[in-house]
């Protein structure tokens, strides 16, 4: 028979109540990988239940920091001794080349030591008010938390939400793509082999529009967790208002990468290439706008484009693939659509802007990463993300101009400038409005540093002391060292 991959709920691996599943595709060639439940609102109940028992009844609230540290780098060690095979996984599953999705099960491994090391760490103050009281501030769990992710990073933004709601003492609900659940289905048979307790961490499969709105707008869920796009930020928050949920929000960007002509010429085209064509340019960080000054403009796109057209792109477990197919036939056609209109609002194609029908490749998802020039900064490919290989190129003439068009879009996710003058980047990255930025590269992502976005781009942050916090309340405890009367109302 069939093996149809579980949902895990209390301890338990289970089918979805209503007895539905859901096959996962391949986006290389378009084959079934594998067939999963399909939950709807009724699963999530019963895992929220679980997670409300296992945080207020089972005593996980008061779990001490060092047993959730050491349950965490259980974890870690057990993800890191099976690596490879996670990495091929998600390779099979999200498309992206071997070599990416090794990176991303090793930050994963890495992700979980660092909030377990943090869980044991500081995380109060203590202030010496009027005598004779002394005020002690404490971070406690929130609860429950709700954390749904999308498609790009599957089991790295698994570990992102995971290892700091756990280490700070909460219970989770945790909702994966549809579109990319295969990893994440594995790091939970961890979860439970390396014995976190029943309920502590919870496992639902199925759609936004019903597990994950579920998860959004269900009472006994104190926190909701999200990476996705802006749109379906907005549905997430409304439906968050009715108990009103703390909320983080990691959501898209248009993001500017800004190239001086003073700049090491080498250095920022390989890392222009690395900005918007990693992961297929399905990254919410991509420097997916890329700002050249005008004296260096030519020459800049003829080396770009001469580049890009070296990247090979093909299945991503094949040796020496740079670049894999998008994730599904819908998100490829969205990308071919914003090509199509890219061409009729006058932009000009220098490089790509068709999907990949050669031999094998026909089968799969696959788009040539994609260059427009002479564009406008009102056009629609230079305001919308695309999350994909299409990179719009901008011009200007100094740094103020290059201030104003980079921060000219309803997102502020990222930004990157390169120039050898230490002063000007320093001096143009303070005027980005955006939570990320990067002088003299583009992308690089630290575990201890905090990780969101400005404007339409997101709340909150994940990643270092700061995403921990994300999942803490903060309590002040007022003590009387010398308990007497207060004498406020006559005898
Ligand atoms: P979504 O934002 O729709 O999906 C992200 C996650 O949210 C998925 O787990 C999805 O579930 C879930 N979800 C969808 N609708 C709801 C809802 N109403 N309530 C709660 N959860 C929901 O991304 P898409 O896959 O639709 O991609 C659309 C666009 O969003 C992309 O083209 C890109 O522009 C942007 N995006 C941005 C990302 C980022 O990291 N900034 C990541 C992914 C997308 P499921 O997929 O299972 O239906």
């Not at 960007?253 to 003073?262: T, V």
Request: with cysteine.
């Amino acid at each position: 028979m069939e093996r149809i991959e579980k949902m895990y709920i209390d301890g338990q691996w289970v089918p979805a109540l209503a007895g539905k599943t859901r096959d996962v595709i391949n986006p290389a060639d378009a084959s079934v990988l594998a067939t999963i439940a399909e939950g709807a609102a009724e699963d999530v109940q019963l895992a929220v239940a679980a997670a409300k028992r296992a945080f207020y009844e089972d005593g996980w609230m008061v779990t001490p920091p060092s047993e959730r540290a050491r349950l965490m780098f259980a974890l870690a060690d057990s993800l890191e001794k099976r690596a490879e095979e996670f990495a091929k996984l998600e390779t099979q599953n999200n498309g992206k080349a071997l070599r990416e999705a090794q990176c991303d099960v090793s930050d994963a491994v890495a992700c979980f030591r660092y909030y377990a090391g943090l869980a044991t760490k500081p995380h109060g103050q203590t202030y010496d008010v009027a005598d004779p009281m002394q005020t002690l501030v404490v971070r406690e769990p929130i609860g429950v938390c709700g954390q749904i992710v999308p498609w790009n990073y599957p089991l790295l933004m698994a570990a992102w939400k995971l290892a700091p709601a756990l280490a700070a003492g909460n219970t989770v609900v945790f909702k994966p793509s549809e579109l990319t659940p295969l990893t994440v289905i594995r790091l939970f048979e961890l979860i439970d082999v390396v014995g976190y307790p029943k309920g502590v961490a919870n496992l639902v499969l199925g759609a936004g529009d019903t597990v994950g709105h579920e998860i959004a707008a269900n009472f006994d869920i104190d926190k909701v967790a999200f990476t996705g796009g802006t749109k379906t930020g907005r549905s997430i928050m409304m439906a968050a208002t009715g108990n009103i949920k703390n909320i983080s929000l990691e959501l898209g960007g248009k993001s500017p990468n800004i190239i001086f002509a003073d700049a090491d010429f080498e250095a920022a085209v390989d890392w222009t290439l690395f900005a918007i064509f990693v992961n297929q340019g399905e990254v919410c960080s991509a420097g997916s706008r890329l700002l050249i000054e005008e004296s260096i403009h030519d020459q800049f796109l003829e080396r770009l484009v001469e580049r890009t057209k070296q990247i090979k792109v093909g299945p991503g477990l094949e040796e020496d693939v740079e670049m894999g197919p998008l994730i599904s036939e819908t998100h490829l056609n969205r990308v071919l659509d914003y090509i199509e209109l890219g061409k009729k609002e006058g932009a000009r194609l220098v490089c790509g802007g068709n999907r990949i029908l050669e031999g094998d490749l026909e089968k799969g998802y696959f788009v040539e990463p994609t260059i427009f020039i002479d564009t406008s900064p009102e056009m629609r490919i230079v305001q919308e993300e695309i999350f994909g290989p299409v990179l719009v190129v901008q011009k200007f003439k100094d740094e103020q101009e290059a201030v104003s068009l980079a921060n000219n879009t309803i997102y502020g996710l990222a930004g990157g400038v390169f120039t050898q003058d230490g002063a000007k980047g320093l001096r143009v990255i303070k005027k980005l409005r955006a939570g990320i930025t990067w002088i003299n590269a583009y992308n690089p992502t630290y575990n201890e540093a905090p990780w969101g976005g400005y404007k339409q781009s997101g709340l909150g942050r994940e990643l270092g002391t700061f995403g921990f916090e994300e999942y803490t309340e903060v309590k002040q405890i007022n003590i009387n060292l010398e308990p007497s009367p207060l004498g406020w109302f006559k005898e």
